[in-house]
Each structure stands twice: as structure tokens, then as C-alpha cells.
């Protein structure tokens, strides 16, 4: 049994807040109501004055997902993520390169954030990592970045959905695995190209799906939310 085995069905779904601004983050959180517990604040949303919503979901309750990417020397990936963590996020996103990993670990203490390493960006393929010097390809080098992050204590990953099944037998049960590219069947791709269903990602091993546009812009968000949630409920057994 995975650790996120007991995660209730609701809080697997993690709504990109992908929006243009703080104005329409709020009006899509008020729409969503109940149907959504856990959001994403993305680059663009936190850039664009979005960070003070992190303090502003936990009051009513949400888990915030803040998705930064950070990677800097050490002492500044350290700092910026225990301003992060005070701020009370629930999940941080940084590179898996050991010596950042590292460096959050320290930043984030032992309170309620969890951190999650982006091993390598699901935008590259081999030839990007030829391109950029590697010497390796991506499979090798989401491998090796998995066990980096479980050494340095990271408490999760970012995955695309196909990895999930390969990487959580490398790791085993104790990271969350969290994965976007997932859409419920006969829903639009959008940019994505390698897909999963919501209940195929979570049969595979997934603890939290990332969605956005299937459910952002839905005729009816609530409903497609509801909708992933009871497919995700269906995979777990619950
Ligand atoms: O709209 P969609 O469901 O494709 O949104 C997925 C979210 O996950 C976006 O916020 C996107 O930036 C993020 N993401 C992704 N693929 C990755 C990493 C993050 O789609 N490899």
C-alpha cells in the first residue's frame, strides 16, 4: 500500500488555477465551491500578484499547491522556500537537481509543506538533453533524479502519467506521485500529448492528478470536477 492510499478521493484532484489573474482565480474558486479541495498556483498567477491567494485558500479550508520551479544556489532555493512554507502551502515544486533538493529540504523544515522534484521537464525529449550537454537520455535521467530525490528526503515527484507505474516501483510507496497530462475520455488535449484517463493515472500508481483546462473550461466546472473525482473514487475502491 502506497502512503497516499488513505488520501481521500476529493483531495486527489489538484485544479490548475490557470487563469488570467487574481480576480478570475477567485471567481472560478467561488464557482467551484466543494467540488474542488486542492489548487495550483502556477508561475504566471503567482507573478501576476497571485501568492497571496495561497494564504487566502487555506483560510477557507483548500490545499494549495504552489508549482515555482525553483532552482537557484542554495542559499536562495533554501530562503525562498521557507518564505513558501510559512506562507502554509501544502506542496512546492522544485528542479531535481540534488544540490537545490538539498537546499529546500532545509528550507522547509518540519511543518505541513511537502516538496515535490520536477525530474526532468516532460517538454524534453533526448535529443533537448543532447542538445543541453547531457549525456543521457530522459528515461535514464528521470531514473536517476527519482533516487536523488529520495535521498535527499524529497517527499515527492512530478511525473508525466506513463512514468508513473515504472518510477513508483524504483521508489517505492512512500513519495507522492503527482502527474498532469490527465484527461477524462472524449475530452480535448489541448497541447497535451501523451495522456492518461484520471482513472488509469490513479490505477497506475498516482497520488494527485494536476487538471486544468478539463476542468477550467467546462461548460459546467462543477460538474466536471464532480465528474473526475467519481471516476478517481472508482479507481481507488472508494
Ligand atoms: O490544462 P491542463 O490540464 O493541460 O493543465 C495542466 C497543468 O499542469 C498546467 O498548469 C501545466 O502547466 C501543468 N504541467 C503540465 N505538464 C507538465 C508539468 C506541468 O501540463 N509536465
Given at each position: 500500500m502506497?502512503?497516499?492510499?488513505?488520501?481521500?478521493?476529493?483531495?486527489?484532484?489538484?485544479?490548475?488555477?490557470?487563469?488570467?489573474?487574481?480576480?478570475?482565480?477567485?471567481?472560478?474558486v467561488?464557482?467551484?465551491?466543494?467540488?474542488?479541495?486542492?489548487?495550483?498556483?502556477?508561475?504566471?498567477?503567482?507573478?501576476?500578484?497571485g501568492?497571496p491567494?495561497?494564504?487566502?485558500?487555506?483560510?477557507?479550508?483548500?490545499?494549495?499547491?504552489?508549482?515555482?520551479?525553483l532552482?537557484?544556489i542554495?542559499?536562495?532555493?533554501?530562503?525562498?522556500?521557507r518564505?513558501?512554507a510559512?506562507?502554509?502551502?501544502?506542496?512546492?515544486?522544485?528542479?531535481?537537481f540534488?544540490?537545490?533538493?538539498?537546499?529546500?529540504?532545509?528550507?522547509?523544515?518540519?511543518?505541513?509543506?511537502r516538496?515535490?522534484?520536477v525530474?526532468?521537464m516532460t517538454s524534453?525529449d533526448?535529443?533537448?538533453?543532447?542538445?543541453?550537454?547531457y549525456?543521457?537520455g530522459?528515461?535514464?535521467?528521470?531514473?536517476?533524479?527519482?533516487?536523488?530525490?529520495?535521498?535527499?528526503?524529497?517527499?515527492?515527484?512530478?511525473?508525466?502519467p506513463q512514468?508513473?507505474?515504472?518510477i513508483?516501483?524504483?521508489?517505492?510507496p512512500?513519495?507522492?506521485l503527482?502527474?498532469?497530462?490527465?484527461?477524462?475520455?472524449?475530452?480535448?488535449?489541448?497541447?497535451?500529448?501523451?495522456?492518461?484517463?484520471?482513472?488509469?493515472?490513479?490505477a497506475a500508481?498516482?497520488?494527485?492528478?494536476?487538471?486544468?483546462?478539463?476542468?477550467?473550461?467546462?461548460?459546467?466546472?462543477?460538474?466536471?470536477?464532480d465528474?473526475?473525482?467519481?471516476?478517481?473514487?472508482?479507481?481507488?475502491?472508494?
Amino acid at each position: 500500500m502506497t502512503r497516499g492510499a488513505t488520501i481521500p478521493a476529493r483531495d486527489r484532484l489538484i485544479v490548475a488555477l490557470d487563469v488570467d489573474g487574481v480576480e478570475a482565480a477567485r471567481a472560478l474558486v467561488a464557482q467551484l465551491g466543494d467540488s474542488v479541495s486542492f489548487y495550483k498556483i502556477g508561475m504566471e498567477l503567482a507573478y501576476g500578484g497571485g501568492l497571496p491567494l495561497v494564504e487566502e485558500l487555506k483560510a477557507v479550508g483548500k490545499k494549495v499547491f504552489v508549482d515555482l520551479k525553483l532552482h537557484d544556489i542554495g542559499q536562495t532555493v533554501e530562503r525562498a522556500t521557507r518564505r513558501i512554507a510559512r506562507l502554509g502551502a501544502d506542496f512546492l515544486t522544485i528542479h531535481g537537481f540534488p544540490q537545490t533538493m538539498r537546499a529546500a529540504r532545509q528550507g522547509a523544515g518540519d511543518g505541513g509543506l511537502r516538496l515535490l522534484a520536477v525530474t526532468v521537464m516532460t517538454s524534453y525529449d533526448d535529443a533537448d538533453l543532447a542538445e543541453a550537454g547531457y549525456s543521457i537520455g530522459v528515461a535514464e535521467l528521470v531514473s536517476r533524479r527519482a533516487i536523488q530525490a529520495k535521498d535527499a528526503g524529497i517527499d515527492g515527484l512530478i511525473l508525466s502519467p506513463q512514468e508513473v507505474a515504472p518510477i513508483r516501483a524504483l521508489v517505492g510507496p512512500e513519495m507522492a506521485l503527482v502527474t498532469p497530462g490527465v484527461r477524462p475520455a472524449g475530452a480535448a488535449l489541448g497541447d497535451q500529448k501523451r495522456v492518461m484517463t484520471p482513472g488509469a493515472a490513479i490505477a497506475a500508481g498516482a497520488d494527485h492528478l494536476v487538471v486544468g483546462r478539463p476542468v477550467t473550461q467546462a461548460p459546467d466546472p462543477r460538474a466536471a470536477a464532480d465528474a473526475i473525482v467519481a471516476e478517481i473514487s472508482a479507481a481507488i475502491g472508494g
